[in-house]
């Protein structure tokens, strides 16, 4: 039975696509639904340059609060986002339970938020939006099918159709 499903975006341009499954899956099971979008770390370069001009303490308050504040701005644009995607279809947005947004790998991020929540079932692209045509899977798709424990239900992007 599902009763929880985790949408992992990418943000990119078949997004919206991915999103339409996760939410008739949602709909279709009465399941509650979760969104999650992995942002990849700050860089050595970044965190150098940040390191030159910037005293410890101020440093570690950027990290601490900082941070947070940017992800929580970044999930508050994300569901906005969706909001306006779905336009007139408002239910469809009370659908989405919580938005997350973190640092990380996105296949870990992923697989770790899948965890913490117990959902049900992962909803994936096969692909993000740059990816070369030529490949079965995308990486974070390919990792997050190998090292999953619960169904991933994978959605083909329209690029990659005949």
Known sequence: MVRTILYATDLGLYAPY????????????????????????MGLFAESVLQT???????AELRDKGLST?????????????????GDVQQDAQLINNVRVVQGDPSHVILDEARKLAVDLLVIGSHSHGADQETALGRTAARVLQL?????YLVPMLQHRG
């Open 70 to 86: 940017v992800m929580a701005s970044i999930e508050q644009r994300v569901l906005e986002g969706f909001r306006d995607e779905l």
């Open 53 to 59: 001009y910037l005293d410890e303490a101020t440093l």
């Open 18 to 41: 991915v999103l339409q499954h996760a939410l008739n899956l949602s709909r279709s099971f009465k399941a509650e639904l979760y969104v999650v979008h992995a942002v990849a770390p």
């Open 148 to 152: 999953s424990e619960i169904p991933v």
